[in-house]
């Protein structure tokens, strides 16, 4: 089946524009994290969605960052007033259970670059 | 909260020989560790994971080890090939916490 998939893969915004990034889980996943990963680095965790419930947004690095899952399928990560330090490569990713621990799987990511 | 440290950062190995990468990690919590592998550009892809009631799990070439006293997993991957090329990382979560902490990273490079 299909796997996670994520858009846009890239985007280059201006410091200070908003934008929004998208998230498809594979479907019937109850779990959906957000991670940022930096060039060179492992990702870090953003924030975390069981349904549509966000039960862990312990990552955010600023209140600038907002994510939503409004009917537990696909997800959006918001940045507003966008900084040069936002930039990295944000990756979705989703796992079958809400209880037990089971394999996350990544989408390809976006890309953004913030000039 | 979690720390999750990775050794070494870069590994340089002929085709055939066997590689090994560490990890260590401080909650005593954790009892889920995935290994994924991101070649340049792509996702992470999971290529193997341990859970703690396991000392050690094994797919084909690949296997994992897991010490939960001295709370290091290591990834041993023998008779290596030029597509096992990539940057490896462990990671940690628990049950309650979910998110998974990565490591750093090991690039390793499989030299034909």
């Known amino acids: 089946g299909a796997g996670v998939s994520q858009s846009p893969r890239y985007k280059v915004a201006k410091r200070g524009q908003d934008v929004a990034l998208r998230c498809d889980p594979i479907?019937?996943?109850?779990?959906l994290f957000w991670y940022q990963q930096a060039l060179g680095q492992g990702p870090e965790f953003l924030t975390y969605f069981q349904n549509e419930a966000q039960l862990d947004k312990s990552g955010l690095p600023s209140d600038r960052f907002f994510a939503e899952r409004p009917e537990g399928s696909v997800s959006t990560l918001k940045i507003q007033r966008t900084q040069q330090e936002d930039s990295a490569v944000y990756l979705c990713?989703?796992?079958?259970?809400?209880?037990?621990?089971?394999?996350?799987?990544f989408g390809p990511g976006t890309r953004l670059t913030v000039t | 909260g979690e720390n999750v440290e990775q050794h070494p950062s870069t590994l340089s190995v002929q085709e055939g020989d066997s590689a090994v990468i560490k990890c260590t990690y401080s909650d005593s919590a954790s009892n889920y560790f995935p290994w994924y592998k991101q070649e340049l550009g792509k996702r992470p892809q999971l290529i193997i994971d341990?859970?703690?009631?396991?000392g050690e799990k094994k797919d084909q070439r690949i296997a994992v080890t897991l010490n939960k006293t001295a709370k290091h997993f290591s990834l041993h991957i023998t008779e290596t090939q030029p597509e096992d090329s990539a940057v490896y990382f462990c990671a940690a979560t628990d049950t309650g916490r979910r998110a998974l902490t990565f490591g750093s990273g090991t690039r390793l490079q499989v030299q034909p």
């Open positions: 341990i859970r703690s009631n396991v």
């Open positions: 990713a989703s796992s079958l259970s809400g209880r037990d621990l089971y394999e996350q799987y």
């Open positions: 479907s019937g996943h109850v779990s």
